[in-house]
């Protein structure tokens, strides 16, 4: 009968081991803890389902038929992929296994690793994985439980979460180092930056919220004086080259800055210190790893945070 093996129970296939180790009911059953009765239907309702007899009756006791040795093998097999499971979910529950998968926003990148480096090495076996997007992109892969956790600024309000700040997200203004406001003592306010050619990174990440929300009381210069770019990357190799100016996480140009390739703008009302989130679906209980590196992203993660000086 077709799909009649699938509707077989884990009882049933117990019981053709049990029988087929002693060739007896009444032994059988004493080895599971059932009764006679108990296992012979168990036998009987297994028989009828598979359409074969899996025993042959014979005076010296049940013998396996062809058939039976078929369906033996298998539930041996089952029991096996059982037993390893158990281990494994033990194991788990210990945190000496696990997988855990990581969405960060493409800003996160940059401390993303020393994060999940600094829990690894606490907790060895535990596998990370992690996936890199704009914040639309991490939205998504938490809307399809993609993800464990997401590692963003702004959680999504449209998916039930839970979300808790671990650190500060400060946006600054960078410029290439001989440009003429850059780092001077006295204040630039926005007025004047939106007279410059702004570089921006596109519509549906983070930054270009923060960006739109910084500049939306002034009144920019022409269109054309604004250049979209889709990674934080071309952003600040364009500023580099000096192609224009860049409001941007601070968090992505610490080496930059330490090697003087970049410099600081003073800005009235800068820097704009957001927040970091960590993020997951109410609907998605944590497993004992991914709780672990929510507990230990929450206590420690700050301190893997880049660290630019004068901020």
Do not use: C
């Not at 071309?234 to 410099?263: D, F, N, P, W, Y």
């Amino acid at each position: 009968m077709p799909g009649a093996m699938r509707d077989v129970s884990l009882r049933q296939l117990r019981a053709v081991i049990a029988i087929a180790k002693t060739g007896k009911i009444v032994s059988a059953a004493n080895a599971l803890g059932l009764t006679p009765p108990a296992v012979t239907e168990q036998l009987k309702l297994m028989e009828e389902a598979l359409g074969i007899r899996l025993f042959h009756r014979t005076k010296a006791g049940l013998r396996l038929t062809d058939a039976g040795q078929v369906v033996l093998e298998a539930a041996i097999r089952t029991e096996a992929l059982l037993d390893d499971a158990h281990e494994r979910i033990q194991e788990m529950k210990g945190l000496k296994a696990g997988i855990v998968t990581i969405g960060v926003v493409s800003t996160a990148k940059y401390f993303a690793p020393r994060l999940i480096h600094a829990f690894v090495e606490a907790n060895p076996s535990i596998e990370m994985k992690l996936v890199v997007g704009n914040r639309l992109e991490t939205i998504e892969a938490l809307r399809s439980y993609d993800i464990d956790i997401a590692i963003m600024g702004r959680p999504p309000n449209d998916i039930v979460v839970s979300k808790l700040v671990f650190g500060p997200h400060p946006y600054v203004m960078i410029a290439r180092p001989d440009h003429r406001l850059a780092n001077r003592q006295r204040a630039v306010d926005r007025t004047s930056l939106a007279k410059e050619k702004l570089l921006v990174r596109e519509i549906g990440s983070g930054s270009r919220v923060v960006f739109e929300t910084f500049f939306r009381s002034v009144k920019r210069a022409e269109p054309s004086s604004i250049i979209e770019f889709g990674s934080n990357e071309t952003i600040k190799q364009a500023v580099m080259a000096g192609l224009g100016l860049a409001l941007i996480s601070a968090h992505t140009i610490e080496l930059e800055i330490e090697t003087g390739r970049l410099a600081l703008i003073n800005v009235k009302d800068l820097p704009v210190v957001r927040e970091w989130n960590l993020v997951h679906r109410l609907d998605k209980e944590l497993g004992p790893a991914a709780a672990a590196f929510w507990r230990y992203a929450l206590k420690d993660g700050q301190r893997h945070l880049p660290r630019i000086p004068g901020l």
